[in-house]
């Protein structure tokens, strides 16, 4: 194989499909770049048992063939290299050689006959979705899902549903103490085939999307897109541009994240975002290995109250809006800084089928979401 690229070009496609390898160990398969020449382009491959990415570069092909390289590497060269044009051939050896005028580096390799090839991914149902809509929902969703891949609940819910004549993509993350649900109305895009279908759902890995809105944040500046899904009962496929990236479904359960959204509300309490945010860090200070802070509120205020029995107390009260009775919840701090920090807007809305500390038997679900923002809610269960 030899092929000569332009850096600026090659190295787009490398960050692309070079994020997909740079979590492998470097004796995985998945660790390594497959570069396919053919019909005047490249075709730049990274695959494991779990997920893969596929694009295409434009290039002129002197040999056709295959080569490998390890993905984080050859990155790491082709961000140093002076724009222009780089050949890259592979030698007898196996290794594969980039030169640039006086440049030149032998990079080893594995045979890429180990690679399998990208999935033949026969779609039950397809839909499309905007790209920048994609990507702010996961960008809220991730921070409230499961770490650990070893238990339930590690991966991120998509639920399409029609409701009425409208078509609702649900995209839902949980570690069972919070919870985000965001939606992107599909409207036109929602695929012909959801006739006589009320919903289809499917279930995708936290790490798997991380490394998708990693691929998606390149694009987001360039104007409308729109990414194609395509799913079945095995694997989905995002493909955007010259782009492609599948990953295998998971086949865990996830809870009915519905039955954590209450049909009425008896607290309803509005307050300034930007407020909110700097009375919880700086009531926090106080309480950093404890992180716990007190919300009580009545008819015109709200106060927060954290304390530590080694540094002391601090208490501060802000200006709410209150529809209900006067009460009191805790709170994990961490936990509501991280929905203020994905929450965009100027007004907090906090509600909730509220039961008062002496009547109270089980804790219930605090529904937290942005005036501004009817596209997303937030649940944090408040501490006993």
Known sequence: ??????????????????????????????????????????????????????????????????????????????????????????????????????????????????????????????????????????????????????????????????????????????????????????????GADLAGQSETRFILRKRTLQDLLHILEMDIKSGPVSVEVVVNPKFATFRWGGFYYYTRLLGTPFPNYRDAFPAQFTLSLECSRDLLEATIRRVGLVSEKKQEVAFEWDERSLTLKAQNEEIGESTETLPVFLKGSPGSLVFNTEYLKTLLLVSQGETMRMEAEYVSKTERRDSFPVIWSCVEESHSRYVIMPLD
């Open 1 to 190: 194989m030899e092929i000569i690229v332009d850096q600026e070009a090659f190295l787009d496609g490398l960050q692309r499909v070079a994020t997909l390898a740079e979590r492998k160990n470097m004796i995985q398969i998945g660790s390594f770049v497959l570069i396919e020449a053919k019909d005047q382009k490249a075709v730049l491959f990274v695959s494991d048992t779990q997920t893969g990415g596929r694009f295409e570069v434009p290039c002129e092909v002197r040999v056709p063939g295959k080569t490998t390289v390890v993905g984080k590497k050859l990155l790491q060269l082709f961000r140093e290299l002076p724009p222009g044009k780089v050949t890259l051939s592979r030698q007898e050896n196996g290794s594969t050689r980039i030169e640039r005028e006086r440049l030149l580096y032998d990079l080893k390799g594995i045979d890429p006959n180990e690679y399998a090839g990208f999935p033949e991914i026969q779609p039950d149902y397809s839909f499309l979705l905007p790209l920048d809509l994609l990507a702010g929902q996961l960008r809220k969703t991730l921070p409230f899902t499961l770490d650990d891949e070893s238990k339930p609940m590690n991966g991120i819910l998509f639920h399409r549903v029609r409701e009425g004549g409208k078509v609702n993509l649900n995209i839902v993350g949980t570690d069972g103490h919070r919870l985000h649900h965001g939606q992107i109305s599909l409207g036109e895009d929602a």
